[in-house]
């Protein structure tokens, strides 16, 4: 059977790049579609995150120009990872695989093709990898590098230099529904559905138009969510550290405690001062990684929606 794909599209205040990259990834399903690969069902899939400019009303006039358009607008921002679950959410019944891309140009859609073979080739994810970074800053290619690395090393099974241009079947996000988790960092929890799954190359490039809605703080706010959300080898981190602290500071004390009935006591300011500050300085960090899973497991608890859809473009194959 020819598999019907949907490639799932977030946008975020894309006036300015939307109306050059969108008849892309039209081009593409076309392209696909000649080749046999995939049906005349598929589509592509805009999940307006809530734009404060003109996005949606493209969104809207891009789907009322061609019916393999569409697109879904929800009801405020809530930032990239929910926009992206809630495009594959909407897809997840409709078609047969979903490809995730940013709106932007960045990502090449010409891997697009290889994805779609591994999948016939009967891969279920198919991951996105940046061959290279050129076009990205010394500063974000160091940091994002590391970054993978770090995440790795916290027992986090990502795959290097993957954000979330990917393939999923519908059978593989038929699973993932049921990961409930509102902290949501896709890239990380893809690994963990299983099924088989390979990776195509690309080059990242450079923004068509518009500019970037990921500054730093967003970055960083994503980057510990990564960690905190998939991990809780920090809090184990802590209590080796904590046990090996404890176990220095039980000698120090016998050594005190034998010091002092000697009477050999000196006025012991400096190292008192030096152990009160490393101790506090130690005990107010790890209370506030410790606080930022309880703050997670707050919010988890709440299980509020990951997503709320507040507009649809028509459905033209709902009409007679
Ligand atoms: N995006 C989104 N919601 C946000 C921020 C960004 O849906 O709150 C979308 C944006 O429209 C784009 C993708 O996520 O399609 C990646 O964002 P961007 O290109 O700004 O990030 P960068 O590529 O610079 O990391
Ligand atoms: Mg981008």
Redesign the pocket.
């Known amino acids: 059977m020819i598999p019907a794909l949907y490639i799932v599209i977030p946008c975020y205040n894309e006036e300015e790049v939307l109306p050059l990259t969108a008849p892309r990834f039209l081009q593409k399903i076309d392209d696909l579609s000649r080749a046999g690969k995939i049906s005349g069902e598929s589509r592509v899939l805009f999940v307006d995150d809530g734009s404060k400019d003109s996005t949606w009303e493209i969104i809207s006039s891009l789907a009322a120009s061609d019916r393999r358009y569409m697109g879904i607008r929800q009801s405020r921002n809530r930032g990239h990872q929910n926009a992206v679950l809630a495009g594959l959410m909407e897809a997840r019944d409709k078609c047969d695989i979903t490809i995730s891309i940013?709106c932007?140009g960045?990502d090449d859609i010409s891997a697009m093709d290889e994805m779609v073979d591994a999948y016939l080739d009967g891969c279920e994810i198919v991951y996105g990898v940046r061959s290279k970074r050129d076009t990205d800053t010394f500063f974000k290619r160091f940091t994002a590098e590391g970054y993978y690395k770090l995440l790795r090393g916290m027992g986090v099974d990502v795959v290097f230099n993957h954000a979330d241009y990917r393939l999923v079947s519908a059978r593989v996000l038929k699973e993932f529904a049921s990961f409930k988790e509102v902290n949501l960092f896709l890239r990380g929890m893809f690994p963990l559905v299983g099924f088989k799954s390979t990776s195509v190359y690309y080059e990242r490039r450079e923004?068509i138009a518009g500019k970037?809605h990921y500054p730093l703080k967003k970055m960083l706010a994503l980057a510990f969510d990564g960690i905190t959300s998939m991990s809780v080898k920090p809090i184990r981190m802590i209590t080796v550290f904590g046990l090996i602290v404890s176990a220095f500071s039980f000698i120090a004390i016998l050594w005190i405690i034998i010091a002092a009935l000697g009477g050999g006591t000196v006025d012991g300011w400096a190292s008192t001062a030096c152990m009160m500050c490393f101790i506090g300085g130690v005990q107010m960090l790890f209370l506030g990684v410790i606080g930022e899973y309880v703050g997670k497991i707050y919010l988890e608890t709440k299980a509020r929606p990951r997503y709320i859809i507040s507009e649809r473009t028509e459905d033209k194959q709902a009409k007679p």
Do not use: N, V
């Open positions: 940013d932007d960045q923004r970037s």
